[in-house]
C-alpha cells in the first residue's frame, strides 16, 4: 500500500512538472477606426483581445490623450510632451524624462487557480516626424517606478539608451518605415508565478511638437500559464479552524469539521486543477464520499465567514 501512495505521489510530480502552457497574446490594434461614418473609436481599443487558458487580457487604451485615434489599424495618439528640437538628434539634449500622466496601458489578469509567467514583450512603432523621440515601458510590479530593461535588435531607426530607454536616432525621418519587433524582457520574481494582475505602462515622450503622433502595432506578450494547486504551490495552514480526516483515506470518505463557524463551502480539486466535487451546504461537518474518484491525491478548499484554508487529502482504495 506505501508503495501504490508512493507512486500515485511520484505521478503527481510528474503532472506539475508539465502542467506549465505557453502563450503568444497579440493585440493587433485592426480594429482601430478614424472613419468618418462609423466615428473614432478613441482612446480604447476595440479590437477583440488576445486568449490563453487561465489568463484574461484587458484592453488597450490611451491615458492622457486627446480622445480621438490619428490612425487606423494601429494605436496612434499626438499630445506627448515636448522636449526634443526638430533637427537634433542628440540624446543628452532632449530635455523631458517620462511624463507619467500620458501613457498607453494595458493589463493581463491570472485567473482564478492559475499563475502566470511573464518572459518577453515585443511590439513595432512609428512615429510622425514630430512625434517622441523617446518611450519606455514600466508595470505596476514596482509601482512604475523603474523602466523595464528593452533591446531594439536590428532596428535602424531605433536605439537603446542605458539599457532601458528606445532612441529614434535619425530625425531627418528619410525611412518612414515602421519599426519592427522591438523588445521588453521579463525576468525575476516580479514576473514569475504571479497570481495577481500585470499592469504595464507604455510612455512616449520627448515630442518635438504637440501634433506629433506616436503609433504602436503588434504588441505581444509571451509566458507560461501554471495551475496554482500544484504540490507545494498550495497554501495550507496547518493552524486553520479547518480539521480533515482520515488521511489517507482508504474508502474514499472524508470528514471534515470546522471549529468555529459552520462551513459554506467545499470545493475538491484534482491535480489538474478541475473542481470534482463542490458542497455548498452549510453545515459544521460534512462528509465527503469520494469512492468513485480515482485513487490519488486531491485539494481541498475550505470556505468559512471569511476564512479559506486548502488542505491535502490522499484517496487509496
Do not use: C, H
Amino acid at each position: 500500500m506505501i508503495k501504490n501512495l508512493l507512486s500515485t505521489i511520484a505521478l503527481v510530480s510528474t503532472v506539475l512538472s508539465v502542467n506549465a502552457q505557453s502563450f503568444s497574446g497579440m493585440y493587433p490594434f485592426t480594429s482601430v477606426s478614424t472613419s468618418t461614418a462609423t466615428g473614432n473609436t478613441g482612446t480604447t481599443d476595440p479590437t477583440p483581445v488576445p486568449t490563453a487558458t487561465g489568463l484574461t487580457f484587458g484592453s488597450f487604451t490611451a491615458v492622457g490623450t486627446p480622445s480621438n485615434t490619428s490612425a487606423g489599424g494601429v494605436f496612434a495618439f499626438s499630445g506627448w510632451t515636448t522636449g526634443a528640437t526638430n533637427g537634433n538628434d542628440t540624446y543628452s539634449a532632449m530635455t523631458q524624462t517620462v511624463d507619467l500622466t500620458k501613457y498607453y496601458d494595458v493589463s493581463l489578469t491570472p485567473q482564478v487557480g492559475y499563475e502566470v509567467t511573464l518572459t518577453s514583450i515585443t511590439f513595432n512603432m512609428n512615429r510622425s516626424g514630430t512625434g517622441p523621440r523617446t518611450f519606455v515601458w514600466r508595470s505596476n510590479k514596482d509601482a512604475f517606478a523603474a523602466n523595464l530593461p528593452v533591446s531594439a535588435g536590428t532596428n535602424t531607426n531605433v536605439s537603446v539608451q542605458a539599457s532601458d530607454v528606445f532612441l529614434w536616432t535619425v530625425d531627418s525621418y528619410t525611412s518612414s518605415a515602421q519599426q519592427k519587433g522591438l523588445s521588453v524582457n521579463l525576468s525575476g520574481a516580479n514576473f514569475t508565478s504571479q497570481t495577481t494582475a500585470y499592469n504595464f505602462r507604455f510612455y512616449p515622450y520627448n515630442a518635438e511638437a504637440a501634433g506629433g503622433t506616436f503609433r504602436i502595432d503588434t504588441v505581444i506578450f509571451n509566458g507560461s500559464v501554471s495551475l496554482a494547486t500544484g504540490i507545494g504551490r498550495l497554501q495550507f495552514d496547518l493552524n486553520s479552524n479547518f480539521k480533515v480526516y482520515p488521511v489517507p483515506s482508504y474508502d474514499g470518505v472524508v470528514f471534515i469539521e470546522s471549529k468555529n463557524q459552520d462551513i459554506t463551502k467545499i470545493e475538491v480539486v484534482d491535480v489538474l486543477g478541475n473542481v470534482v466535487l463542490l458542497n455548498t451546504k452549510n453545515e459544521s461537518k460534512v462528509k465527503l464520499n469520494l469512492a468513485d474518484m480515482p485513487n490519488g491525491n486531491y485539494f481541498v478548499r475550505m470556505y468559512s465567514g471569511n476564512s479559506v484554508s486548502t488542505k491535502k487529502i490522499v484517496v487509496i482504495k
